[in-house]
T-cell receptor
Framework: AQSVTQLDSHVSVSEGTPVLLRCNYS??????LFWYVQHPNKGLQLLLK??????LVKGINGFEAEFKKSETSFHLTKPSAHMSDAAEYFC????????????FGTGTRLLVSP | NAGVTQTPKFRVLKTGQSMTLLCAQD?????MYWYRQDPGMGLRLIHY???????AKGEVPDGYNVSRLKKQNFLLGLESAAPSQTSVYFC??????????????FGPGTRLTVL
């Protein structure tokens, strides 16, 4: 069975500084990985997805994530935080074989201060 | 192209009352899902459907029923609401249930309070 662990429930940064949101996964087979963002009182929006074509994945709004199989990690980064990045971020894992449900992490709330 | 829509957006129920949440998608997706979101617990799958006329149980199905009579609609019913069902409910749809094709598109959510 697959699982995902988001190592920080809250991350606080200042506007203009780098963002790092950590995610580790566990999977018996080749996984697909996603990062979703949820702004307050909104639904979830896809930021980026790992498709096995490239280990460094670029997403929307300047975010990117690197798939590291040896470390079973898929950390989300952004060089410079913006106030509008304040939201909750979910790391999600699924498998590439047959029908599989998405497995969600418990989320990391990103706080951005001026 | 509205994507995934949910009605209603907010609802307050008394214990024992019933209600139906409606989800609609205009992307011709085969797969549809109902989740609930509670603080500190991420999203948990209630029920899902792999096509018109089919439904299946997810992680937390007790107290809920679903129907998928039309491909574009997925209904979630609460027959006798309980305070433990106070939550935010999200509907989602996807083209497929496999790997990257299981990218799910989410509705805006329904905030339900059961008193």
């Amino acid at each position: 069975a697959q699982s995902v662990t988001q190592l920080d429930s809250h991350v606080s940064v200042s506007e203009g500084t780098p963002v790092l949101l950590r995610c580790n996964y566990s999977s018996s087979y080749s996984p697909s990985l996603f990062w979703y963002v949820q702004h307050p009182n909104k639904g979830l929006q896809l930021l980026l997805k790992y498709t096995s074509a490239a280990t460094l994945v670029k997403g929307i709004n300047g975010f990117e994530a690197e798939f590291k199989k040896s470390e079973t990690s898929f950390h989300l980064t952004k060089p410079s935080a913006h106030m509008s990045d304040a939201a909750e971020y979910f790391c999600v894992v699924t498998l590439n074989t047959g029908f599989q449900k998405l497995v969600f992490g418990t989320g990391t709330r990103l706080l951005v201060s001026p | 192209n509205a994507g995934v829509t949910q009605t209603p957006k907010f609802r307050v129920l008394k214990t024992g009352q019933s209600m139906t949440l409606l989800c609609a998608q205009d992307m011709n997706h085969e797969y549809m899902y109902w989740y609930r979101q509670d603080p500190g617990m991420g999203l948990r799958l209630i029920h899902y459907s792999v096509g018109e006329g089919t439904t299946a149980k997810g992680e937390v199905p007790d107290g809920y029923n679903v129907s998928r009579l039309k491909k574009q609609n997925f209904l979630l019913g609460l027959e006798s609401a309980a305070p433990s069902q106070t939550s935010v409910y999200f509907c989602a749809s996807s083209y497929s249930g496999r790997g990257i094709y299981n990218e799910q598109f989410f509705g805006p959510g329904t905030r339900l309070t059961v008193l």
